[in-house]
C-alpha cells in the first residue's frame, strides 16, 4: 500500500497540450508522448526551462475517454510564452493527497481505487484536478517495476 501525505500546494504554472483518447493504455502512451513531445518542442524552442519531468493534468473522469493534458510546471514568467496548440494554465492552491505510485502504468488505476478507498474512508472528498508527474520512464528503467510517478488528488 502507498504511503499517503496530505500536502498544500501553492499555485503552480504549467504548459500544457491536451488530447483525448480511448482509454486503451497502448493508445494513452501514444497520446500522452505527443503531447508531451508538442510541449517540449515548444519549450526548447521558446528556451524555457521546465521545474519538473513531464507531467499529466486530469479534470473529471469518463470511464470511456480520457482526457488530459500532458506538459511541464514552468516559471509564470514563461506561462506567458505559450502559443498555438501549447496552453498555459496552473494547478491551483489547496489540499492534496499525495503518493507515489511504483510499477507499471497499467496498474494506475488499481493504485487510484485504493486512493479513493482511502479519501472516503478518512472523511475527505476528491475535487480537481488530479495530476502526475513522471518521475522516470520506461527507457530509464530495466523494468516496468522500477517506474516511478508521483501523485496529487485534489482533496476537499
Known sequence: MARYQMVEC???PYLYNERSCSMDPSDISKNMGVAIQAVADLIARKGITSTTKPLAVYYGCNLKIMTFRAGFLISAVDAEKAEGDVKADVLPAGKVLNY?????YAMLRVSYDEAMKYIADNGM???EPTWEIYLNEPDDVETEDELKTDIYISVA
Open 10 to 12: 501553492e499555485v503552480q
Open 125 to 127: 472528498i476528491v475535487g
Open 100 to 104: 507515489i505510485h511504483e510499477g507499471p
